[in-house]
């Protein structure tokens, strides 16, 4: 099966979920589902800079902070306008990334990892110290973004985030098969003799950052709108690297791979908090077992060529 | 999943009266997991000691607690709070260790008319403009033992106070509490980082000023660091350090003497005169092995507070009316003393101002010495729409 | 202002940099040589602060805490690396930032689990519980002057130890060209032993000493830990001296930032625009410092020569 019937069953099969939730009369499965399916938005543009570009980011988090803050700001001015929202959530997002990924790109490695960690406490420690929108405490929005439909039927924001979840697989299949993305896996393996045919690389993987900062940031709106809050402890650096976790258990440069990793990342966090408190533990032994016993994620294997070396 | 039923008395479930309902079920979240499990930790432990107390029943009904852990995470808890509504459908959501939680899940607890209890946060919002007939609290509004301080230090004439506190929205509410009762003069006003380790450079320019004391707010591990790093700083001599939500009795095993002779407000402390706090406390540290803190005492009127409604409804808490008509009016003996409700549902209690000496068994805790504002509510219920 | 003011400024900003330092060094030893990225090395932290409070208090002995403290998070360090980390030397950063992720996880919960989730009582030894007069101009802590005065002595030791012994030479040769190395005769498997131990000795011991002026608390390595990366990535990855460096101009940053911010904004702002924006600079003001100085020496300020 390639990855895009995987992705497609997959939508499929979600699309299915709701029936099966309501045959057995738990609605609030659905809200646990959405969430998921946001985080693998989320995981998604990870993926498009981690397993494309080979750049290890530690502070993907913060996009979701940014995208979150955007619509939570707008709507505390009364601004509920949808398309404005989500719009603007977007657009800061691509903004930030493109600052941060302008410095940032300069270095690579570990120097990447560290100083995109930096920017996302740089921003966490800002929304905390804003007390306009809250501070710590964080911000209640009023409404749910207006898109025209009704958001808080748990049915139809599911359905909406399904629809952002199909299109952004699709979207991002499309730029690995293009010329870009290609040039980008190229770049992954070696930069060098990039460079040396021509290639302005520093340029290109500015661009991936900026679109993979800008999907993670609408992930970041649909997750204000799921929690109808949003608080600094969305981009906790922890959360990043939850987001990487997602990532290379789905199995890295694989699309797909990504979203059903942040599935079982989060359906597992969820079943082992549900027996003891100290699932922390428990979910870090499962880290560590991935990786001893050798497995690149669920899809690993699907990925063309190895892994990146920092 | 949800396989954390605490107590469930079968026996009730077999009985079916015709009018009272079967059984309650209380749907619980605080943060047990991760760095911050403490408070959370503090009020399950309070809440479990008083079902146990009642032998397993509220008000006579079978009591079936749902615990959960909010992982400090606003999604999480927002989700929790879906859960409770939807699929457990609980007669109550309790507990809640932090006010960026407790704001999250707000909104959609009370708009699913779930009668929701606060055993810690009480931010200022839901006391005053956005507060609900759903929404109770056991503990506090967040200025509360601020406000007890302020007051504390005007009766007191002192002037000339340096006042510090974390840089976040509880530290603003936290020092504007404290001058609401406190209008001397002040000799500067600082906000540190939130996650700050060291206070060393803080501690330099209190020592080479001229204030007259110190009021610090540092809740939780920060409160550690700060009073045991003003011990060391030897401030304590030359600024007598006041305090509020600083220490505790969850944090003054880990501050040890240096937390001795610090002036602090409160609203109980475990010698507290009463027979329900001698039971609460002798009943907490056989069953945990430890002195419990205040919001134990919360979690433990919250159990009590429905203990006393659903009684009061003679069990029948289905008719939603009359069980919040019940809880609202509701009267009992805390371990704080008489228990009673303001018009927004926050309590109304008894601020004292109390000092930290050693007890008789050597180790440091604190003692009532006064009271500081009697019988208040807060400062936000007049913006509250129920009168 | 005055002087005696900014000189005491001074000192606690090198008390927090030592600190830093002590975190940093085995963090960065064990990236040049091992090239492995520890997010765990916090752990180690807490384990040295855990342990030294802990059977400092049950013995009453200081001297045994500090063993304790020290020789614990060293032991910890190395059968972590037996068990877990000489299997991922081989594996690329993504297998590194996995795993340590997971062992903090798992490290914090352990504390958690054993000493429970309230703070743990850590004291300062009764002979270095006063305060000291230095010059006769301010009087310190001698506690803080204790921790700068072992710092200076461990970084010392740490220089001769790396520059003039063999196993220095060694430590450096490997950095250099692990292959080489070990092409030479190096035993590379318990050289890299030795050195991680090291480091998490190191860590070990900065929380030992963090133990009485911090919060012994489950988690409280994951701080300190963001910290440290920034030292060393300012002062260039492998380099001890550089994340000495580093760390004291961090150190001292950080502290004058918070105490001379306010009334340097206050000079050309409101007192209300300096009261709320100077707290938040103040906080964000060592990230804003780490990405200007990646932005002109993307390699760091001292990065080791060639590998």
Known sequence: MTKERIALAMVVVLALLPLLFAAMGESYYLTVATRMMIFGIAALSLDLILGFGGLISLGHAVYLGIGGYAVGILDFYGISNGFVQLGVATLASAGAALFIGAVSLRTSGVFFLMITLAFSQMVYFLAISINSFGGDDGLTLNAHSDLGLNFGNTQVFYYF?????????????????????????????NESRMIAIGFPTFRYKLTAFVISGAICGFAGALLA?????????????????????????????????????????????????????????????????????????????????????? | MDKRILLLAAAGLLAVPAHAADKITLGFMSTLSGPNAIIGTEIRDGMQLAVEQLGGKIGGLPARVIVEDDQQKADVARQLAEKFVQSDKVDAAIGFSFSNLMLAVYKPLVDAKTVTISSNPGPSQLAGKDC?????????????????????????????????????????????????????????????????????????????????????????????????????????????????????????????????????????????????????????????????APYAVHAYDTIMLLDTAVKAVNGKIEDKPAFLAALRKAQFESPRGAFKLNTNQFPIQTFYQGEVKKGADGKPRIVIQDKALENYGDAYAQTCSMK | MSATLLLEQCLNGMQLGIMLFLMSAGLTLVFGIMNLVNLAHGSFYMAGAYLGAFVYASSQSFLLGVVAGLGGALLIGLIAEFLIFRRIYKGDHLDHVLVTFGLTLIFNDLARLIWGPAALFARVPPFLSGQVNIFGLISYPAYRLAIIVVGLAVAALLYVLLRHTRLGMLIRASASNRTMASALGVNVVVLYALVFALGAGLAGLAGLMAGPIFTVIPGMGDNVLILAFVVIVVGGLGSVEGAFCAALVIGLIDTLGRSFMKPLFGLFLERAAADNSAPAIASMLIYILMAIILFFRPQGLFPPKSR
């Open chain 2, 132 to 292: 609900s007939p759903y929404f109770f609290s056991t503990s506090w509004q967040g200025d509360n033992w601020a406000e007890g301080m302020g007051a504390y230090l005007q009766k007191k004439g002192l002037q000339n106070i340096y006042l510090i506190a974390p840089n976040y929205a509880a530290g603003k509410d936290v020092i504007a509490g404290l001058k609401r009762f406190y209008k001397g003069s002040v000799a500067a006003e600082v906000y540190t980082p939130l996650t700050q380790l060291d206070f060393s450079a803080e501690l330099s320019q209190i020592k080479s000023s001229n204030a007259s004391a110190v009021f610090a707010f540092y809740p939780g591990g920060l409160g550690v660091q700060f009073v045991k790093q003003y011990a060391q700083a030897g401030l304590k001599d030359k600024f007598p350090l006041y305090s509020a939500y600083t220490v505790d009795e969850s944090t003054l095993p880990a501050i040890g003497d240096d937390a001795l002779g610090l002036i602090v407000a409160t609203s109980w402390a475990p010698d507290l005169d009463n027979a329900t706090n001698k039971k609460f406390v002798s009943g907490f540290e056989k069953k945990y092995g430890r002195v419990p």
């Open chain 1, 225 to 310: 709108n799921q929690t109808l809050f949003v608080s600094p402890s969305i981009m906790q650096w922890s959360r990043s690297g939850d987001l990487l976790v997602m990532v290379i258990a789905g199995g890295m440069g694989t699309i797909v791979g990504p979203v059903i990793g942040a599935i079982m990342f989060l359906l597992l966090e969820k079943v082992l908090a549900s027996f003891t408190t100290y699932w922390g533990a428990l979910l870090g032994m499962v880290l560590i077992a991935l990786v001893l016993m050798g497995k690149t994620g669920l899809l690993g294997g699907m990925a063309k060529g190895g892994r990146p070396h920092g």
């Open chain 1, 161 to 189: 985030v399904l629809a952002c979840l199909a299109f952004f697989l699709w979207l991002s299949f499309r730029i690995v098969r293009s010329r870009f993305g290609m040039l980008l896996r190229g770049m992954k393996f």
